[in-house]
């Protein structure tokens, strides 16, 4: 049966795509201009003529080398620990009953709104030396106080922490995509559980694996609040050179040779990505390659020999009594791992109700004193009404502008709309460090630092991919038919829109403007930069209380934060249709 | 080819809807090429046709989704090859039904109404009627999806119902139902037919669903129209090759013509008179009787019964080869498998396609 086509009223009728013209223009304007120009200035020398002279610095110099070593092997550390945790997490989930998936997936997706800010500050506090993993080891007798901060190890782990949500939600659609029912069938031909998940599960749930993998490494790779907070100068990583480099010695060589460097390697990612899997697997959706050649055979051989070693192990418990059904040691992990990813955000909560004047856990009295504190102090509420001002301002034109253009691209038959799209995820890809950066530069030159606007027009550029991506969804699920139905019905193409298709995407509209306010409120590295330490927004100012000192103050913060958060993630899920 | 079937029970009338030479092309593509079709006022034609036939496309022309590249089509003798979609008068069943998800049952039904201004108090009245009159009264104030998809069929029936359209057009409307469902349905719409007097376009694939609905069937092909007639002209004197295959079983027979006999490879069988080289003779499989393998025009063996209650069918395999079915109705031995049988037949049943 043909499908119905969209009407075809008018011989030369212009592709919708145009509708993506001022999303696209504004990414240009305030992303690949300035990035250009950025790298442009990192070939040049001092005088202003061609020359590597910046890129000999960089290399030559052995403390900026250690500081590339150390970014990336973070970053792999981070997205091995990430997908190892992961994917049990996802699978867990996939193969829940519908029902109660929902009900967890609460519990995965606050973690994942959280600020990472909010998340270190809580290891910071969890994990110091008057902590309370310090106090209970002390109280044990295992030694007199603990440091647990301030190294490698805890780097990874809190890095990993923070970006593990993005890796479940990541490999989940791929998991859920998979037809449960090709295990069960491998069961009746004969494999153990263990050869039916490696032979058949694992392989199909590889794009999914790839695409977290892709996204947990970008995204570490300008990550600079975990090894700023919790580790020690041996972890410095290229965020905080960027933001020592520019913002105290205006170096635009140097930081134009590291965004370009940033970038090439996460263009390198990208495409060996699209190599292997496809970028559409990004989103979820599944390429109909095969993939032959080197790596499919080491990946056979992989596959084989782990679920050999199933096999092996599985034998070996079903001899341990109370082991023969292993349902629940993925129960059990899971539950450990979701506790983990709330407890030290739900921390917090007691702490800022204490009345010591230091943060301890658990706190010994119950006082206010501390949202007085926060309440009397024109910067913390300063900073918050800016957040919230420049939060509304930055979901509202990115919902506009992402809106409109998701709208094109979900109706454009052109094969541009492939281009637009990637655009779109643009700001999603490159490394947010890079991406302030570059902002900073831009707006150097035309005055805008220091200025609400100014963040709030870089706020707007790194929501749009996630208010453009959830609009998008909606208009590629929608049922046009539905407007074709609406027409012959009498509707005219203004009723047809207002009473037809309107008041079905409304929800995820909202949903996407709701979810643009929360990026913005939690943003901290464009607010860093643009806001040139004068326009304080509240995580920027947690940021410069937290390096200044840990009070109790920063927990009354949290909890506003934390309360915020909490609301409008709530509200944005039950506008957003199922 | 249209002349000699357009049977038309308002002769003299001007038709309600009337397609003239109207063609489609899609970049180098002809879906549909210069049709000629005219549909009576009160008539319920089925588009009959495999998928890619164009009768989709057809059908998106009529109700003004889609602009033919050349050709007219007039509806109550106006020429609307142009008109905007939304305001022709015209009602769509959509293949999925296309009811809108946030509106209640009602609210669906009512749409149509509130785009043409009416009143209120009118719109209630005629939407219980429209209600009662496909018997779903007790949904109301339901979501489209806690309804089945029976009931979801009869809300969009109900829809286009309610503003009296003088044309619906029902694209596969009962596609998505079950066997059973879906006979129900085709005699619900038999009965909305004949109560309301409207004049229904049907989309189908569906043979059977085309001969238990159809005052008249138009049957296509590949962007053409293969044969228009009453189901029983289509289905007893199929005008082509297409039309004897395309709709029941059928036995087709080629040869040279000689002395009045059609000199197959499988023997001779009597020829019709006004037979010209390169047609071949038709003959339905209820048509065949069964005899002693000496006595029929042709003989074959038996290779495979398949019962099924009324009847049963028998597949008889010629010498060349060639495979012939036969129906035998209830009631009669079943020749087994494997034994040799004669085939023969009525002259008057048999038919010229070419």
């Not at chain 1, 109660?100 to 519990?107: C, G, N, P």
């Not at chain 1, 599944?286 to 679920?307: E, K």
């Not at chain 2, 009576?40 to 034609?45: F, T």
């Not at chain 2, 007639?229 to 013509?257: C, H, K, M, V």
Request: overall charge positive.
């Amino acid at each position: 049966m043909a499908e119905w086509q969209s009407p075809s009223r008018r011989r030369f009728k212009l592709d919708p795509l145009w509708l993506a013209g001022p999303g696209i223009f504004y990414l240009v304007l305030l992303l690949i201009v300035p990035a250009a120009g950025l790298m442009f200035l990192s070939f040049r020398d001092s005088s202003g003529s061609l020359s590597f002279e910046t890129y000999r610095q960089m290399f030559g110099a052995g403390i900026y080398v250690q500081v590339l070593i150390n970014t990336f092997s973070i970053a792999m550390q981070t997205t091995i620990a990430c997908l190892l945790v992961g994917y049990p997490l996802a699978y867990w989930l996939a193969k829940m009953p519908e029902k109660r998936r929902r009900l967890v997936m609460w519990l995965v997706l606050l973690p994942f709104w959280m600020s990472a800010l909010l998340k270190n500050f809580a290891w910071m506090v969890l994990l110091s030396r008057r902590g309370v993993l310090s106090q209970i080891l002390t109280g044990m007798g295992i030694g007199g106080p603990v440091d647990l901060l301030y190294g490698r190890g805890v780097v990874v782990f809190a890095m990993a922490h923070t970006m593990l949500p993005l890796a479940a939600l990541t490999m989940l659609p791929t998991l859920l995509s998979i037809d449960l029912g090709l295990a069960r069938a491998a069961k009746t031909l004969g494999a153990s559980g263990g050869q039916a998940f490696w032979r058949i599960v694992f392989p199909l749930s590889m794009p999914g694996v790839a695409a977290a993998g892709l996204l947990v490494f970008i995204s570490s790779l300008g990550f600079f609040i975990t090894p700023a907070l919790l580790g020690s100068p041996r972890e410095t990583v290229i965020g905080q050179l960027l933001i020592t480099q520019v913002q105290q010695l205006l170096n635009w060589q140097l930081a134009g040779a590291i965004a370009v460097m940033l970038l090439v390697v996460t263009l390198a990612v990208c495409l060996v990505y699209d190599r292997a899997f496809g970028i559409s697997a990004v989103s979820g959706e599944r390429s109909d390659r095969r993939s032959t050649g080197l790596f499919a055979r080491i990946g056979t051989v992989v596959i084989a020999s782990a679920a050999r070693v199933t096999d092996i192990l599985a034998g070996v418990l079903d001899v341990v009594p109370g082991l023969r059904r292993r349902g629940w040691l993925l129960d059990a992990f899971c539950v450990l791992v979701m506790a983990m990813l709330l407890v030290p955000v739900l921390i917090f909560l007691p702490m800022a109700f204490g009345s010591s004047s230091f943060l301890e856990f658990p706190p010994r009295g119950y006082s206010l004193r501390w949202f007085e504190t926060y309440w009397n102090s024109s910067n913390w509420t300063g900073a918050t009404m800016r957040s919230f001002g420049i939060a509304i301002v930055s979901a509202l034109l990115a919902s506009a502008m992402g809106g409109i253009a998701a709208f094109g691209v979900a109706r454009s038959k052109s094969r541009i709309g492939n281009v637009a799209f990637l655009l779109f995820m643009l700001p999603m890809i490159i490394p947010n460090i890079v991406i302030a950066v570059a902002l900073f530069y831009l707006f150097a030159q035309i005055g805008l630092i220091a200025t609400d606007a100014g963040i709030a027009l870089g706020h707007t550029l790194t929501a749009l991919p996630v208010v453009f991506v959830i609009i998008l969804t909606t208009f590629k699920n929608y049922d046009w038919r539905l407007d074709q139905a609406a027409a012959t019905l009498g509707a005219t193409r203004m009723g047809t829109v207002r009473k037809v298709t309107w008041p079905i995407v409304k929800g995820s509209v909202v949903a996407a403007f709701l979810f643009g306010f929360l990026h913005s409120f939690e943003e901290l590295t464009i607010a860093l930069f643009v806001g040139g330490g004068v326009r304080q927004t509240l995580p920027k100012q947690m940021w410069d209380d937290v390096l200044l000192q840990v009070s109790p103050t920063l927990a009354a913060a949290s909890v506003i934060i934390l309360a915020v958060v909490t609301v409008v993630f709530v509200a944005a899920e039950r506008a957003r249709p199922r | 080819m249209p002349s000699q079937s357009q049977f038309s029970p308002q002769a003299g009338i001007s038709p309600k809807l009337s397609v003239r030479g109207i063609r489609k092309d899609y970049g180098a593509t002809t879906v549909l090429h210069a049709l000629d079709l005219n549909v009576h006022s009160g008539e319920l034609l089925t588009l009959l046709g495999p998928s890619g036939s164009g009768k989709t496309t057809l059908l998106q022309i009529i109700c003004g989704l889609v602009e033919p590249t050349s050709g007219r089509l007039f509806i109550d003798g106006r020429d609307e090859t142009s008109l905007p979609v939304n305001q022709r008068d015209i009602g769509v069943v959509f293949q999925n039904y296309a009811l809108f998800p946030h509106l209640t049952v009602k609210e669906n039904i009512a749409f149509p109404l509130q785009m043409r201004r009416l009143p209120a108090t009118e719109i209630d009245k005629r939407v219980a009627e429209v209600l009662d009159m496909v018997n779903l009264g007790h949904t109301a104030d339901r979501l489209p999806k806690a309804l089945s998809g029976g009931q979801q069929q009869r809300v969009a029936l109900a829809r286009c119902l309610v503003y009296r359209p003088s044309v619906i057009l029902m694209d596969e409307p009962l596609g998505a139902l079950d066997r059973k469902l879906r006979e129900s349905m085709q005699i619900e719409i038999k009965r909305i037919h004949r109560e309301t007097g409207a004049t229904i376009i049907f989309v189908t694939h569906d043979q059977e669903e085309a001969l238990a609905l159809s005052d008249r069937i138009c049957l296509m092909n590949d962007g053409v129209i293969a044969q228009v007639g009453t189901p029983q002209e289509i289905y007893e004197a199929p005008a082509n090759r297409f039309s004897a295959e395309f709709i029941g079983l059928s036995n087709i027979f080629d040869g040279d013509i000689a002395d009045g006999m059609l000199r197959s490879a499988d023997g001779n069988i009597p020829a019709v008179a006004g037979m010209q080289a390169g047609d071949g003779l038709m003959v339905r499989p209820e048509h065949i009787a069964l005899t002693d393998p000496a006595q029929g025009f042709l003989s074959g063996t038996v290779t495979e019964t398949v019962y099924a209650g009324a009847d049963t069918r028998l597949l008889v395999a010629l010498e060349s080869g060639k495979s012939i079915i036969v129906r035998q109705a209830a009631g009669f031995p079943i020749a087994p498998i494997g034994s040799s049988v004669g085939l023969t037949w009525q002259s008057s049943a048999i038919r010229i396609v070419r």
